[in-house]
């Protein structure tokens, strides 16, 4: 499917990583990806270190394969958790919301491959000059907090920016996403949205209704004045928080409301109160399916494009 | 001079008028840059003056002010 850059680098057999999504991919969704052959992803969120280590514990039971875990660097357990990842023995860390230059050293002294979630090429050039060993360039089609530029500019832009593989994330969920991807110049993709609603995916089953009901324009962009702009599935929350004046007080309301949301939608299935992020690809999402189901899909989807597009048909 | 370079640097990166950037002008706050913005302008510098920011130095800096000083300790 694509060169053998980043399935090398991972130790994995397809380059598709699943996004690491905050209470949605536990153990369960993890375990099944990379026993797929893919990248499964623990999402450490701002859940607390012990959580995170029982998670690990889970994976590693169930799967020989490499698997990754996502950590949010702003979380208060981030220390805890970097050297929990080293004790644990994982092989390979995605980060989020922001630079871990900190941290770098020791992950990679342990062999740890360490592939940050980059939203410009000025951030990719950074990462590639820190010593990260890839990139994942995630355009603001993705779901959950997101940059300003699309994937369609922002994986041709972090491509000519670093030598470095390129994984394309935001906006990918089927065959012609992953072949648009590789003509865009990435190395391999991520996809979160798709995967929510895999059967080994333990979100509430009203999420993935969400998800699976989702038309193009169902999600929005919430908090874009806030400068950490969240994309959702509209609902109640959604409305009411674009609603909020954009001074001090409506800042503060902003962050109350907030507040515990996306766990409210992923794991107790409140579907007003509760954040319901996705992507916008979610509109490509019409089917719960297993999670080698999926990827055996995307494969066979990737495929018949490509052929479709060789043909010139 | 240090700052007029570092000033022409932020406007164009900025989008910002000439009179808003002063010494004492926070980056966020004042000139409405967010964290993309302020990984763009520290490769922008760094390139304009030939120095390296490091990441632990990149996030210390919050005014135009502590833009200069950087540039002027480690040029």
């Given at each position: 499917m694509f060169a053998d850059k980043l399935t090398k680098l991972l130790g994995i057999e397809h380059p598709i990583i699943q996004g690491g999504m905050a209470w949605v991919s536990d153990a369960s969704l993890a375990a099944a990806v990379s026993e797929a052959g893919g990248l499964g992803v623990l999402a450490a969120g701002n859940a607390p270190t012990e959580w995170v280590k029982d998670e690990i514990i889970k994976i590693q039971k169930a799967t020989k394969k490499p698997f990754a875990v996502n950590v949010m660097?702003?979380?208060?357990y981030a220390e805890e958790i970097a050297d929990l990842l080293i004790k644990m023995n994982v092989k390979v860390v995605i980060t989020g919301a922001g630079d871990p230059s900190k941290y770098l050293k020791k992950w990679q002294e342990n062999g740890i491959k360490v592939l940050p979630v980059v939203a410009s090429s000025a951030l990719a050039k950074r990462m590639q000059r820190s010593g990260c060993d890839a990139v994942i360039a995630e355009?603001?089609?993705?779901?959950?907090h997101i940059g300003k530029i699309n994937t369609m500019t922002l994986i041709p832009v972090v491509r000519d920016a670093v030598s470095i593989p390129v994984v394309a994330a935001g906006g990918i969920a089927d065959g012609r996403g992953i072949l648009a991807a590789k003509a865009l110049g990435a190395d391999g993709v991520q996809i979160g949205t798709r995967f929510i609603v895999a059967k080994e995916c333990t979100v509430h089953p009203n999420y993935k209704a969400k998800i699976l009901k989702?038309?193009?324009?169902?999600t929005v962009a919430t908090g874009q004045h806030t400068g950490h702009p969240v994309r959702v599935i509209k609902n109640k929350l959604a409305r009411t928080l674009e609603k909020l004046p954009q001074n001090e007080a409506g800042l503060t309301e902003f962050e109350e409301k907030s507040k515990g949301a996306l766990y409210r939608a992923a794991v107790e299935g409140d579907m007003e109160t509760g954040s319901i992020m996705a992507g916008q690809c979610a509109a490509l999402v019409k089917e719960e399916m297993t999670v080698k189901e999926i990827i055996a899909d995307l494969i066979n989807d990737y495929t018949n494009v490509l052929n479709k597009v060789l043909k010139n048909d | 001079m240090v700052f007029e370079k570092v000033k022409e640097i932020i406007v164009d990166e900025l989008g910002v008028e000439e009179e808003e950037v002063k010494l004492e002008s926070n980056l966020q706050e004042d000139l409405d840059a967010d964290s993309l913005d302020i990984v763009q302008l520290a490769m922008e510098i760094e390139e304009a003056f030939d120095i390296q920011i490091s990441a632990e130095d990149q996030k210390k800096i919050k005014t135009v002010q502590d833009i200069v000083t950087y540039v002027n300790e480690n040029k």
């Open positions: 660097l702003l979380s208060p355009g603001g089609e993705a779901g959950g989702a038309k193009d324009i169902d | -």
